[in-house]
């Protein structure tokens, strides 16, 4: 589908030419591995290639946040993981860190800190509607009803509800808010590590359940902004049989779509 | 014959005191056993919570009808307790309503306004039965929740109860003598009859004169009785959110819901395994991690145990309750609470000494309901006190994982992956950027 050649830089690639990106977008083991979630990652550079932004990745050097080691209650993985990761990253004297991942985002933002990783870190929705309301990207519009489902470490984690929507909004997007939203939002299932294994014993899988809300809804589309939402939705959606009626986006593909 | 009783009511308020205070005393050595955590930065910034969340109630206004239900009965028993002062004062000096010939006009003025604050207070009791017994409010219900069972659904009947008696003593106590002083009985000076209370005038005026002051009597005692007994009840109820709601405001955590404190235990030993200078952490002195017991969770979640009120709004919104699955919010609160009261009658057995019983906190919730919670806050975010089930949870899978190993296969292949392919799946790391290729 994407015709547009991408020009990815490792920070390392930066560093070699003595020079220093202005973000270093985070892309986090779903963006990088998960099939689904590694269009949402090109789709996001593809932006940020356009916009003009100055970015880096860190490539192989990067490692998973620890994120859910750390909600398992393995403290000591997530440490490890943690003292490595701030390692090379104050190596690149990294400034600010941007992430298409609520988990990585959560975890760089305010749990680095104590252990000795302080960074300015953003969300890509934070961004992508800073970039919009800027003017920066220009897009074409065209007018659809879409849901958006609120992410936990986004949301009620880190009071992030109004960027998610800012972007519909200049998308020129009509928003069907879901029964459960904001600071009510249902959880996909997915954190704590529950993405990671089975199910506990229960009547009915939470991923079934929110996804009921969607349906209920009446939208054909439902925006994310997370990778485990992503997969946690879709797999709802296979699950009710939904899956051909109602597409699930994240909002940097439904940005780089309007993109012109 | 007044003496008499002057001395039985300093009997009935030093004795009550004396009870109240050593409840108190046991709770807070209990809460004393627990691991330090600083939570006194930004004084300022916890006041504003005191104000905005214990006394303005913030929270509860998001359900607008029943906040202002709850906010007619928090209302009416702290400015009613102002009255209190002139009954124990009375009580004490063998007097009759002390302040009246002080405050003039004043007064009636006063009695008139609590009496229709105990009128909000009775209906609004009303109102909170019919949500448990005729509504039935699905996370009231002993039925749907089995931690209500028991204890919990009477306690918070009884406590419905008895602010239903407490406030129809106080209107008895005022008709009775608004009658009495109509009939010019020594001692009853005329304060006239007040607004609730001259409704009950008709029904007790056919009484003699000893009749009722015998009723009258009966109720100011019921009624101060009743309050003393009711304050000791307290400390035994969920109702002691009403001085507990305060100091856990205040003490609320001002970071994301989202955010995990480090362990500093793990932080040196992870340093001396990187190879890191470790002396800005001390060596761990608690060689557990994560928490088995009420003591090894920190003082802040046991404050939040004592303060929670079983409304149940975190199960409410749990996503894990909501799917059937075991894990209710409330039901971790209410365990660590169970809990600290068999550890307060340790205590109090062994001389302020905490014997191991070979129980603990573990052995009232389980791995399973452990393991189902998705960390999505949504319990935190719904509990008007922002008490926090969550970072007991967390604790508690500490210790399921670290110390007892207990995780499911999956998650055991998750942690291998992190640690060998740096990811929680099993890529080759060196595929990392694969993405990147057209």
């Known amino acids: 589908m994407s015709e547009v050649v991408l020009n990815i830089r490792t920070m390392a690639d930066y560093l070699a030419k003595g020079e220093m990106p202005e973000y270093l977008f985070w892309v986090g083991c779903a963006g990088s591995f998960d099939d689904r979630q590694k269009k949402v990652t090109r789709a996001f550079c593809e932006i940020l290639q356009k916009a003009e932004i100055s970015y880096a990745i860190l490539g192989t050097e990067e490692s998973c946040t620890g994120d859910p080691a ?3 209650g393995n403290e000591f993985l997530f440490q490890m993981q943690a003292m490595s ?9 990294v400034k600010k860190i941007v992430t298409a991942c609520p988990h990585c985002f959560n975890t760089l933002k305010n749990e680095y800190p104590s252990l000795g990783g ?8 934070e961004l992508l509607a800073q970039l919009l309301k800027e003017g920066k990207i220009e897009i074409s519009e065209e007018r659809e009803e879409i849901a958006f489902h609120d992410s936990c470490y986004l949301g009620r984690g880190n009071g992030i509800y109004e ?3 800012e972007i519909i909004a200049e998308l020129q997007k009509d928003l069907k808010e879901l029964k459960s939203c904001r600071t009510k939002g249902l959880c996909c299932g997915a954190g704590g590590a529950q993405v990671f294994k089975e199910p506990e014993p229960g009547a009915v899988d939470i991923q079934v359940k929110r996804t009921e809300e969607i349906i209920e809804s009446g939208v054909k589309k439902v925006a994310i902004a997370c990778p485990f939402c992503m997969v946690m939705i879709q797999d709802g959606l296979n699950k009710t049989g939904h899956d051909k009626d109602i597409q699930v986006v994240d909002l940097a593909e439904l940005v780089q779509k309007a993109m012109k | 014959m007044t003496y008499f009783f002057q001395f039985l009511f300093i009997a009935l308020l030093a004795s009550m005191s004396y009870l109240i205070a050593m409840r108190f005393k046991g709770i807070i050595a209990t809460i004393r056993l627990s691991q330090p955590v600083y939570l006194s930065d930004q004084p300022a910034e916890r006041w504003k919570r005191v104000f905005l969340l214990a006394f303005g109630q913030k929270k509860m206004f998001q359900k607008p009808f029943v906040g202002l239900m709850h906010f007619l009965i928090y209302i009416g028993f702290i400015l009613i307790n102002a009255e209190i002062l002139e009954i124990i004062l009375d009580g004490i000096l063998g007097t009759h309503r002390l302040f009246a010939p002080f405050l003039g006009s004043l007064y009636p003025l006063l009695l008139n306004f609590f009496e229709l604050l105990a009128a909000g207070v009775f209906l609004a009791c009303l109102v909170f039965f019919a949500r448990r017994g005729i509504f039935k409010v699905q996370r009231l219900q002993s039925e749907n929740h089995s931690e209500l069972k028991g204890f919990p659904i009477r306690d918070a009947y009884t406590i419905l109860i008895v602010e239903c008696v407490l406030m129809a003593a106080l209107w008895t106590m005022n008709a009775t003598d608004a009658v009495l002083q109509s009939r010019g009985v ?3 000076q005329a304060v006239g009859s007040f607004i609730i209370s001259e409704n009950l005038i008709p029904f007790l005026d056919s009484y003699s004169t000893d009749a009722l002051f015998l009723i009258e009597r009966i109720a100011w005692w019921f009624h101060i009785a009743g309050i003393l007994g009711f304050a000791l009840y307290v400390t035994y109820s969920k109702h002691l959110h009403i001085f507990f709601a305060f100091p856990a405001a205040y003490y609320s955590s001002l970071k994301s819901s989202a955010y995990i ?7 040196h030993e992870v340093k001396l395994m990187l190879g890191q200078p470790a002396s800005g952490e001390a060596a761990p002195t608690n060689l557990r991690f994560g928490a088995k017991d009420v003591m090894d969770l920190n003082w802040k979640n046991l404050l939040d145990a004592y303060s929670c009120t079983e409304c149940g709004r975190c199960t409410d919104q749990c996503p894990a309750n909501q799917t059937g699955r075991s894990l209710s919010p409330r039901k971790i609160m209410m365990d660590t609470r169970d809990r600290l009261e068999e550890v307060s009658v340790i205590l109090s057995k062994n001389k302020g000494q905490f014997v191991d019983d070979g129980q603990s906190l573990l052995d009232k919730i389980s791995g399973e309901e452990l393991r189902a919670c998705t960390t999505c806050q949504a319990c935190v975010e719904a509990c008007p006190m922002e008490l926090s089930p969550l970072n007991i949870i967390l604790e508690l899978r500490r210790y399921q994982i670290m110390e007892m190993s207990d995780a499911p296969a999956a998650w055991n292949s998750m942690f291998s992956n992190i640690e060998t392919n740096q990811a929680p799946w099993k890529f080759n790391p060196s595929d ?7």
């Open chain 1, 70 to 72: 750390r909600r398992t």
């Open chain 1, 85 to 93: 990761n701030i390692e090379v990253l104050n190596m690149y004297q």
């Open chain 1, 118 to 125: 302080t960074y300015e870190v953003i969300h890509h929705t």
């Open chain 1, 163 to 165: 960027a998610p929507r």
């Open chain 2, 186 to 188: 020594e001692h009853f």
């Open chain 2, 261 to 267: 404190p480090s362990l500093d235990s793990v932080t």
């Open chain 2, 432 to 438: 990392r950027m694969n993405w990147a290729k057209s």
